[in-house]
């Protein structure tokens, strides 16, 4: 092989390999609205990540101030979505020096504090978690 056709195939090569650098899996991109018992969630994030290995990665983004989210390449198919927002309490607590902090709680529902799964379909752009709280008490590993 000459090395004029060599280095024609080296570049073929590099430029199909670096083609597949981007997204590389199915994916759209969503915004939608997260609130809890009518309430927007204005602060937090919220996170998508595929449920089956190989279809992609997991895409983080934050809440707007009037609960509102914008969030791209989010992977096609059976998505775990999660949302961490705090909200604090007016109380005062220990921090993890003995110093006093302010004390800060969840304001996501326990049922869904470990996430969701979610199907997100080919086209789809908009999401919306509309969820209300929890109306029996979460009771966690122990605390029976």
């Known amino acids: 092989?000459?090395?004029?056709?060599?280095?024609?195939?080296?570049?073929?090569?590099?430029?199909?390999c670096l083609s597949g650098c981007g997204s590389g899996y199915p994916a759209t991109n969503l915004t939608g609205k997260v609130s809890v018992d009518g309430q927007a969630i204005t602060e937090g994030s919220i996170t998508f990540i595929p449920t089956e290995s190989g279809c992609g990665s997991g895409v983080r983004v934050f809440?707007?101030?009037?609960?509102?989210?914008?969030?791209?390449?989010?992977?096609?198919?059976?998505?775990?979505?999660?949302?961490?927002?705090t909200k604090k309490t007016g109380n005062?607590?220990?921090?993890?020096?003995?110093?006093?902090?302010?004390?800060v709680v969840s304001v996501i529902p326990a049922s869904k504090s470990q996430g969701v799964n979610v199907t997100i379909a080919q086209?789809?752009?908009?999401?919306?978690?509309?969820w209300e709280s929890d109306k029996e008490p979460f009771h966690g590993p122990g605390s029976r």
């Open 123 to 130: 086209g789809q752009t908009v999401c919306n978690f509309e």
């Open 1 to 16: 092989m000459n090395t004029k056709m060599l280095c024609w195939s080296v570049f073929v090569c590099l430029a199909f």
């Open 92 to 103: 005062k607590t220990k921090g993890m020096l003995g110093e006093e902090v302010d004390e």
């Open 63 to 85: 809440l707007q101030s009037d609960g509102a989210y914008s969030a791209k390449d989010v992977p096609l198919g059976t998505v775990r979505v999660t949302v961490i927002a």
